[in-house]
């Protein structure tokens, strides 16, 4: 009898490419499988009467990415989602997993505008826009001259807006940029010491029922280990930090060796002025191991980060 996945996503062009992307993986593992691609509209996708509230201000942060994509996964209606993973809150209802992930993407932030090369060439009170209030944060750190604000919509519909004239310049992913085939928009890439990445940034995400064994099983090829072990280390610090769209947190891990993974962790106030960082290395061989040093650095940083900075 032939297998049938039905795939849950978003409708944005570049969550479709993320699908299938995912879809096209699984056919090659797969050949038989039969797959159907369900867009589900969800509350975290833009539209021009939402205006230009920036994600963090809304509620369900994070989540509003996900939430109608999860209801339809409980319900059965879908056998998995696949996600920006960067986008999906730190803790996933009960029954539901990131079973598995997609080989990372480049992970870095970028710079783009039609006026000006580069971050530091923006004079004084440039306007840049973005969506990410960690963005905002690592902006204002750097250039605290800068007007930062709130741009919505997908990649093409931001940078539209840019073209336009409603802001100066963006700051984007570049893993999204490379997928649409826009990586010529970008002027810039920060390197990951100044402008740390957001936790999981770069990687594509499918979500499954815990107990879904046959979904599990024709989607378990598709595993990338080394990727996995990276995004569960950033993930769990998250998780001590209870980080959301509303903290700006930055959880970008590294492998040093065969055996050692190097993490570090950031988290910055909304205007850039106070950084609490740290960072780890150890052995990293399991994801048990991942998940360990991630908590080590979250536990030891929400011991300094003033509690008001992590629930604002």
């Not at 696949?82 to 539901?96: A, E, I, Q, R, Y």
């Not at 569960?232 to 065969?258: F, H, I, N, W």
């Amino acid at each position: 009898m032939t297998q049938t996945i039905r795939i849950g996503t978003r409708g944005s062009k570049l969550a479709l490419v993320q699908t299938h992307m995912v879809a096209d993986a699984l056919r090659r593992v797969k050949p038989d499988l039969q797959i159907e691609i369900k867009e589900i509209l969800t509350s975290g996708d833009w539209k021009p009467e939402h205006g230009e509230t920036r994600l963090a201000e809304a509620a369900g942060g994070k989540g509003l990415f996900a939430k109608e994509i999860e209801r339809a996964l409980i319900d059965g209606e879908i056998d998995c989602g696949v996600h920006s993973l960067k986008d999906m809150p730190s803790f996933l209802p009960p029954g539901l997993e990131i079973s598995h992930v997609l080989p990372r993407e480049d992970p870095r932030d970028v710079f783009l505008s039609d006026r000006y090369g580069s971050l530091a060439a923006m004079p004084a009170g440039a306007i840049v826009g973005t969506s990410a209030l960690r963005r905002q944060a690592f902006v204002l750190n750097s250039r605290p001259d800068l007007k930062v604000v709130p741009l919505r919509g997908n990649v093409p519909t931001r940078i539209e807006k840019m073209k336009a004239g409603q802001v100066d310049a963006l700051i984007l992913a570049s893993a999204g940029l490379t997928r649409l085939g826009l990586s010529s928009e970008i002027k810039e890439y920060f390197p990951t010491d100044k402008f740390l990445p957001g936790a999981a940034q770069g990687v594509i995400g499918i979500e499954v029922r815990s107990d879904d064994m046959v979904t599990k099983s024709a989607v378990g090829l598709l595993d990338h280990l080394e990727t996995h072990l990276l995004v569960l280390c950033e993930r769990a610090a998250l998780q001590m930090l209870d980080g959301s769209c509303r903290t700006p947190v930055g959880a970008y891990a590294v492998r040093k060796s065969d055996q050692k993974m190097h993490l570090r962790v950031s988290v910055i106030s909304p205007d850039g002025r106070d950084v609490y960082a740290d960072d780890i290395e150890g052995t990293v061989q399991t994801k048990e191991e991942a998940e360990r040093l991630g908590q080590i650095v979250g536990l030891r940083l929400k011991a300094r980060v003033p509690p008001g900075l992590l629930t604002e």
